[in-house]
């Protein structure tokens, strides 16, 4: 069978394990019922994710031209701290910004390969721990804006990573974490702005379990702009990554714009 679109970040639904879905403007493919199964994924073009126009992809599915205008691509994405839509200045487009960063946020901890801190909307949540391969996560607190948030972050990352390890995230090397053991600890560095908002009644851990038959004992990672077809025997699926029989890996979300042909 033959599936043929623009790639996008897998669409997850949260279950034991993960269900994963590749949607595309007509069509759809539940990855989770192809594991053991051949796929090959053949890349054909390009089409920008914010313009729609076929162009080169530059990063995070956005041509060049996009990728340093639209407010989608502004620097407060990845790094919230930089948010300031509060304080009703624009960066790239501000009812956009507000939009997107007056809502509320989530400040959590992450076991992914090791305890690591975050922020996601809260309506991302638990989407945004699937997507960072966690195996378990936490909320430590929710504050009204993105600004908020990211001035946690960048608190916490004095004792917290904020990255993960993708290899040790993929070859399920995760030490034995207990969040609730770094509650305490965390919680000492929340910034005075956002000490209100914490919520000493901690949320719940809550567990993901990933659909994967078998996790890499050494892995290699594959790219469209450098492979442009890439195939193999899926035999995992864990954050936004492909896992393959061989020790390829594939991450969907970085080659997000692709214009591709999935053959099962």
């Not at 599936?3 to 007509?26: C, D, H």
């Not at 560095?189 to 009644?201: G, K, M, T, V, Y």
């Not at 864990?238 to 053959?263: A, C, H, P, T």
Request: aromatic share 10%; charged share 20%; net charge neutral.
């Amino acid at each position: 069978m033959l599936y043929r679109g623009t790639l996008q970040k897998m669409q997850t639904e949260f279950s034991n394990p993960i269900n994963y879905y590749l949607v595309f403007e007509s069509d759809f493919l539940q990855l989770n019922s192809q594991l053991g199964k051949k796929l090959s994924i053949k890349a054909v073009g390009y089409q920008c994710l914010n313009c729609g126009k076929a162009k080169r992809i530059f990063r995070q599915g956005f041509c060049y031209d996009c990728f340093v205008s639209a407010p989608a691509a502004g620097d407060w994405i990845m790094r919230p701290e930089l948010s300031k839509a509060h304080l009703g200045i624009a960066d790239r487009d501000l009812a956009y910004e507000q939009k997107v960063q007056l809502q509320p946020h989530v400040v959590y901890l992450a076991a992914s390969s090791s305890v690591k801190v975050g922020v996601t909307r809260k309506s991302q949540v638990p989407t945004r721990w699937i997507d960072q391969g966690a195996s378990a996560a936490m909320s430590l607190l929710e504050v009204p804006n993105r600004y908020l948030a990211g001035i946690c972050e960048v608190a916490l990352k004095t004792a917290f990573s904020d990255k993960t390890n993708w290899r040790k995230m993929l070859q399920n090397d995760v030490a034995d974490i207990s969040l609730p053991d770094f509650v305490d600890e965390a919680l000492l560095l929340i910034p005075s702005e956002a000490q209100s908002f914490i919520d000493r009644n901690a949320a719940a851990v809550t567990h993901l379990h990933y659909p994967v038959l078998k996790y890499p004992e050494k892995l290699q990672s594959q790219s469209l702009e450098k492979t442009p077809q890439i195939e193999g025997v899926l035999s995992g699926i864990k954050g936004q990554y492909l896992l393959f029989e061989n020790g390829d890996v594939f991450n969907v979300r970085s080659n997000e714009g692709y214009v591709v042909e999935i053959e099962i």
